[in-house]
């Protein structure tokens, strides 16, 4: 795989963890809807939003270290 083709495969996937996140309180719904889950909802929410920035962030590095190199 070429370094244009790196670089475009992650910023594929940047944009696809951004759609996740605008709607990630909406695939949480039928978590939340569930009471046994109560209180939970929020600490899942915050750890996925967490966790796909760090994502976004690492592919946003990996990006620009790529394009350093071409």
Do not use: C
Not at 38 to 55: H, M, P, Q, R, S
């Amino acid at each position: 795989m070429g370094i244009d083709e790196a670089i475009k495969k992650l910023e594929v996937s940047n944009q696809g963890l951004e759609v996740i996140l605008g709607n990630l309180d909406e695939q949480l719904a039928d978590i939340r809807a569930d009471p046994r889950l109560e209180g939970l909802v929020d600490d899942l929410e915050n750890l996925f939003y967490a966790y796909l920035k760090t994502w976004m962030k690492s592919n946003t590095e990996v990006i620009d270290l790529l394009k350093k190199e071409k």
